[in-house]
């Protein structure tokens, strides 16, 4: 009989046949629920509002919870069957022990982004392989009335039944759907296309009925396609299975812990059914509340980990944004994350895993590097919108010159449903196909949880080594990345950021929490500082567990879900009230240990009760403080302290005259000893008149600080890249007066937008060439943004950015796409244009997105998206930015120190002599604790050592320049050593009793790891 073309409609309408075919339903169960707000432990089950449902009963709104009860009998008719549960309460559930462990996670859907991941969802719970028409079913589970992206569908039962399955039916759909897929995806014309298309031909016209027989004949039929294998392969597939899981996004952070609980109970079913299951999860802090939260839970995770099958993933606590975190907090998502994976399975982390993070700062290679992480794992570039990346397996370069080997997956998702179209993708799209001979798939559901389901699994077996795809093997992918390095010379390398062409609204998006975020930094750096000098004065005991318990929660609202602003508004509700109340206390423990050690420390010549001033920063500042009513001018050594009479440099009372500083509401200006600044009737400035170099910084006929408002419908994530397009719209000023404040003068200009308002203080400071807008808004908009611009009358075709343990050199033209793409860029302190001789840097003290074209630096200072969260920002922000005109360029003019004078305040506490401590011994040198000779090198992070009360000096070269320094101490020592960013001893350093020689090359962190003599510190 000769053969007819397949239809591969049809082929599908028999796939769907057989999927309908493969659970019977025989009786529905008894379901009762205990409905609550928020999450109650098993013990609790019952304190909820008590429900008895039926299908298509409703049981909750959206983030209620509920206790589900299912019982019933398996019927007699099952007898000898396999016998499972067919559940789905329309929101995601989690089956539990009679514990309270969870067993498995079930959920409505799978994907609402890519249908072709998979739908329903996972609702199946096995009972029996073969049935005796006895059992019993008793089960509980724990459910949230949200699907797995955290929207609510109907809150309704949807189905709870008792069925049979029909195993070969069920083998038979899978071996199909492999092949049609298969088939598929050949070239025409292909012998094996053919043989497949015949075999599912014949296939097909057995099954217009599914009996026993006739199936069985169907898989012997496709059992000999599926036996086919290929020959030596010359690429091979590494899946590993995966569910991302974002710690927070389109659900609370309360949710995510329970979404852990799902996702992971449903691999270790899983690995029950599939032995060549290998799977592998990131961040530390999921773990560690399954530990917190489900211990039995977690111990089944150990077990699968001792044994191979399950791998600790990421170096970081979290998969934290990279753009606006600082260095310290980089170094402790390391820190912290590989800690623990080595603390609790023994595992040494060396792949950073980072699938879904908004582009990398450049910094991070050499982060990495000294932290033994060789490999990094991410697909995001895939989303770039004008360019692709040119490379799927690479090195990747930081700004000193440190590589990692870096993989895309060619498949460019996280969420692979490992069918045969996902492996032909993967081997047409790998860039590096002609030099690499392997890649990673990551397969399951992901970003709401969930993981893979028994479909992955199933396509899975069948394709380890099917003719006409490449093969696929399931191993960890530590294994993966151990191959690809074998190839390494034939890598090609990619220099400087890995700058992602989306999602540039989140340097903006929820302004708060990227300013708390700011300040939790800084003050933590400061107590550090603060709580050596106190263990050093005093043996005051060092806070490790309270320091470790506030930065594992600020490193957890750096997920890349949270910090760039992307969640919803109960996630923010929830993390400004903990900022506010963690930044409270750390703010009371600097004060108490700054007070301890001014008190202890003998301060020559100081009243009963007097003020200390502390500078935490490695060079000596000379700077104006008011102090109770009256201006102070001080000096103050570096990392040391001083007392308010013995370094004042003079004083200025509030009636004292400064003939220097001048403001007029007439003539709109504002003048210091240095500069003079000429204002517009509606608040812009047309002139900044640098007296000391006579020169212009305003560019001829432009206006700066000019404060516009732009139309901006985008998300959370980005905003339209042709908003300047669209139009601008002015404030409209309300009042402007002058002021002169002892060393201070400026204008208070008060500006209106529809509802919002906004008022602003234009300071300058004797002696300071800085201009600060303090700045108060009252943001009532919605689908706005709000930006100043600074068009400088400077010529530069690169921007200097400062960006973690460094800065970075951008474009200000747009020559090209890859220029273009750039518009929107993440500076930290600040962003600077310069020529060889002078140079303008725009300073911050909590922005990070901004903008430089040609002559012109922009800062974003406001959005308000209406999605995900409607009332983003809509609130009152503080904050400063500032501009510096400076002789030189940024690196002669130092202006790194100035964005950390504006982001770290000299600090003033007050003593007395009477504090009842005790004799302590005095600090040799306590004028300056740490001081170097070089003006290139920052001291980051002062603290004790996680292990011992060795202290630990985290520095840095500043400039991109190779230098010598010597670092003095204000403490003998007995050991000094390199240690790398674990704190781990690299080599030893030769010191005299007070003084270590540095050498540092461009950009080079150095980790110093320093034993203080013993009758140096009171113990």
């Not at 497949?196 to 217009?208: G, K």
């Not at 001979?437 to 899975?460: Q, V």
């Not at 404030?731 to 200009?749: H, K, N, Q």
């Not at 008060?750 to 807008?773: E, M, P």
Request: hydrophobic share 35%; aromatic share 10%.
């Amino acid at each position: 009989m000769p053969y007819e073309k397949v239809r591969p409609e049809s082929l599908k309408s028999m796939l769907r046949h057989m999927e309908k075919s493969i659970y019977v339903p025989l009786s529905d169960l008894n379901v009762t629920v205990w409905v609550t707000p928020e999450p109650v432990q098993y013990a609790e089950r019952y304190s909820g509002q008590r429900l008895q449902l039926r299908a298509g009963d409703r049981w909750g709104e959206l983030w209620d919870c509920g206790w589900f009860h299912f019982t019933g009998k398996v019927p007699k008719e099952a007898t000898g069957m396999k016998v499972v549960l067919l559940i789905d309460v329309n929101g995601e559930l989690c089956i539990v022990d009679h514990d309270g462990t969870p067993k498995q996670g079930l959920t409505n859907m799978n994907s609402e982004f890519d249908y072709s991941l998979g739908l329903p969802g996972k609702r199946v719970v096995h009972v029996c392989e073969s049935s005796t028409g006895e059992e019993t079913i008793d089960l509980w589970g724990d459910a949230g009335c949200n699907d797995l992206f955290g929207h609510f569908r109907s809150g309704t039962l949807k189905e709870a039944a008792i069925a049979i399955c029909r195993e070969q039916v069920r083998q038979l759909y899978y071996d199909a759907e492999v092949l049609i897929e298969t088939a598929e995806n050949l070239p025409p014309g292909s012998a094996r296309k053919e043989r497949i298309y015949r075999a599912l031909s014949d296939v097909s016209l057995l099954l217009t009925e599914l009996s026993d027989q006739r199936v069985a004949k169907a898989r012997r039929i496709l059992g000999k396609e599926l036996a086919m294998r290929g020959g030596d392969p010359v690429l091979t597939i590494s899946a590993i299975g995966h569910a991302h899981i974002d710690l927070a996004w389109l659900w609370p952070i309360r949710e995510t812990i329970r979404k852990g609980a799902r996702s992971f109970s449903t691999v270790l079913r899983m690995m029950e059914r599939y032995p060549d299951y290998v799977f592998g999860a990131s961040q530390p802090q999921l773990y560690d509340w399954m530990k917190e939260y489900y211990p039995k839970l977690y111990s089944e995770i150990k077990e699968r980990i001792m044994e191979g099958r399950w791998e600790p993933q990421g170096a970081m606590w979290v998969e934290p944004d990279t753009n606006v975190p600082g260095g310290e907090s980089l170094v402790r998502q390391i820190l912290y994350g590989k800690r623990y994976f080595k603390q609790e399975f023994g595992h040494e982390i060396k792949t950073l895993w980072m699938p879904d993070v908004f582009g990398y700062s450049a910094s991070l290679p050499q982060i990495l590097k000294k932290s033994g992480v060789n490999y990094m794992m991410t697909q995001k570039l895939s989303w770039n919108t004008y360019n692709r990346h040119p490379h799927h397996t690479f090195f990747w370069e930081g700004i000193d010159g440190s590589r990692v080997l870096t993989h895309m997956p060619p498949e460019d998702t996280y969420n692979s449903p490992a069918a045969p179209r996902s492996i032909m993708k993967a081997e047409k799209e790998y860039l590096d196909k002609n030099i690499s001979d392997r890649c990673l798939m990551l397969f399951g559901i992901g970003d709401g949880g969930g993981g893979p389901g028994e479909e992955h699994l199933e396509r899975l077996s069948r394709e380890k080594n099917l003719l006409g795809i490449a093969p696929v093997v399931q191993e960890p992918s530590e294994r993966f990345f151990e191959k690809l390095a074998e190839n390494s010379r034939l890598y090609q390398s990619w220099r400087g950021e890995l700058y992602l062409e989306k999602h540039q609204g989140t340097l903006t998006s929820q302004a708060r929490n990227k300013r708390f975020n700011r300040k939790m930094e800084k003050a933590l750096r400061e107590l550090e500082f603060a709580s050596v000098l106190a263990w050093m004065a005093n043996g005051n005991k060092y806070p490790s567990e309270e320091l470790e318990r506030i930065w594992k929660e600020v490193l957890l609202y750096q997920f890349h879900d949270i910090l760039p602003g992307s969640s919803i508004k109960r996630v923010y509700d929830e993390s400004l009230k903990r900022y506010e109340t963690m930044l409270e206390q750390v703010e009371r423990m600097i004060e108490a240990s700054y007070t301890s050690v001014a008190s202890s420390v003998g301060i020559e010549d100081r009243k009963e009760n007097s003020i200390a001033i502390f500078n935490s920063l490695p060079w000596e500042r000379e700077e104006w403080l008011k102090l109770d009513e009256e201006w102070l001018r001080l000096r103050v050594p570096s990392m040391g302290f001083v007392s308010r009479d013995s370094h004042m440099v003079s004083i200025v009372n509030k009636d004292t005259t400064w003939p220097e500083m001048k403001a007029s509401f007439n003539e709109r200006m504002a003048e210091n000893d240095l500069l003079k600044v000429t204002f517009s009737t509606d608040g812009g400035i047309i002139s900044i008149w640098d007296k000391e170099h006579a020169r212009e910084v305003i560019l001829p006929g432009e206006k700066a600080n000019d404060l516009r408002i732009y139309h901006d419908e985008g998300d959370a994530w980005d905003f339209p890249p042709t908003y300047r397009q669209s139009g601008e719209m002015p404030l409209m000023i309300e009042g402007l007066e002058s002021f002169v404040d002892g060393p201070t003068s400026g204008l208070l200009i008060r500006y209106r937008f529809g509802q919002t308002s906004l008022s602003q203080k234009v300071v300058l400071t004797a002696g300071s060439r800085r201009i600060d807008f303090v700045t108060e808004v009252d943001w009532k908009e919605s689908g706005k943004m709000l930006r100043t611009s600074f068009p400088v009358n400077v010529r530069s075709d690169h921007a200097n950015c400062e960006i973690q343990f460094g800065y970075i050199k951008r474009p200000t033209h747009r020559n090209t796409m890859w220029d273009y793409a750039k518009d929107e860029i993440c500076a930290h302190h600040w962003i600077d244009l310069s020529e060889p001789d002078y140079g303008v840097t725009l300073l911050n003290d909590c922005k990070y997105g901004h903008r430089a074209e040609n002559n012109v630096l922009d800062l974003n200072l406001l959005r308000s998206p209406s999605y995900p969260d409607p009332e983003a920002d809509r609130a009152m922000h503080t904050f400063i930015y500032s501009l510096y005109p400076h002789k030189g360029d940024h690196v002669q003019a130092e202006v790194y120190k100035r964005g950390y004078e504006l982001n770290v305040p000299l600090r003033t506490v007050e003593t007395s002599k009477n504090i009842g401590l005790g004799s302590a011994a005095k600090l040799p040198g306590m004028d300056s604790f740490l001081k170097l000779d070089h003006h290139n090198i920052m001291i980051e992070t002062v603290k004790l050592a996680e292990d011992s009360e060795d202290i630990i000096i985290r520095l840095y070269e500043t400039a991109g320049a190779r230098i010598q320094t010597n670092l003095y101490t204000g403490f003998q020592m007995s050991e000094a050593w390199l240690a790398d960013l674990l704190e781990e001893r690299i080599e030893p350093l030769d010191f005299n009793e007070q003084t270590l020689r540095l050498t540092f090359t461009p950009f080079e962190i150095k980790t110093l790891r320093l034993t203080a003599l013993s009758d140096t510190t009171k113990k």
